[in-house]
């Protein structure tokens, strides 16, 4: 079984309605998969070719399936939820302005607060989402009216008129409030890694990583290479080292304490 991918499926029938459940796992040495479909699934199961065709193609003896592909995106152009989606009719929860009644759909960028994205930005002094076609802000409290007078539609006309995708940020979310986002960007705006997290998991887009954008692994090298540690020798204000190495798919991951 070394390399494969291994795909189990169950199949349970509820009142003339078959729901079944496809789980994607692989040999621990490899440290392909056993995680949600955007960060688990390899782009190839070995000699098996495609996991997502793979698990598809268990669901061909049924004239009346559904498949389901759902997950936040990872980083974009690499994000196989993204590429799903982008291959459907791309549908969004559209919402009327309460002041013009135009529809639309919730987007970051249409959010507005006093200093947003600079060191003075103050989300607690209000929140508003400014319409695209009136320019009238639109206050939160307005929101779940909003929400129940909503509509799915799509924008897109796709390759298969079957392939239907649905796309929702929590800018929609009746749970997290409007300031509790604005200000988990402000928090995460200056870190890329904490950025990336608000990017997918709140506004549930790809990441698009920036020409010259550093990640903690590069920080961490280039710190490394300029610490002037010599070879052979444990550095000041340690008696001695230990490591531990963690062993994945594409890489040692290894980290070293004095």
Known sequence: MNGLLNIFSYHRRVRNLVTGIVIARCPPQKGIM??????????????????????????????????????????????????????????????????????????????????????????????????????????????????????????????????????????????VSWVDIALDFEASRKDPQQHQVFVNATLGLPYEVVAGEQLEWQKLEARGRSANYKKGFVPNGALLLTAGVDVQGDRLECSIWG
Not at 56 to 72: A, P
Not at 100 to 117: N, S, T, V
Request: hydrophobic letters at 30%.
């Open 34 to 175: 056993d995680a949600p479909f955007e960060r688990g699934i390899n782009k190839a199961a070995g000699n098996e070719g495609d996991p997502v065709k793979l698990a598809v193609e268990r669901t061909n003896t049924f004239w009346n399936r559904l498949i389901f592909l759902y997950s936040t995106p990872s980083v974009k152009g690499a994000s196989r939820i993204e590429k799903s989606f982008l291959e459907s009719d791309q549908r969004y929860y559209f919402l009327p302005c309460p002041d013009c009644g135009h529809q639309q759909h919730l987007i970051w960028e249409r959010i507005e607060y006093a200093d947003k994205g600079t060191d003075r930005a103050d989300p607690e002094s209000g929140v508003y989402y400014i319409c695209e076609k009136c320019d009238r802000p639109i206050s939160e409290n307005q929101k779940p009216k909003m929400l129940r007078a909503g509509e799915w539609k799509p924008t897109v006309q796709p390759l298969d008129k079957r392939h239907a995708g649905f796309h929702l940020n929590r800018l929609y979310s009746p749970w």
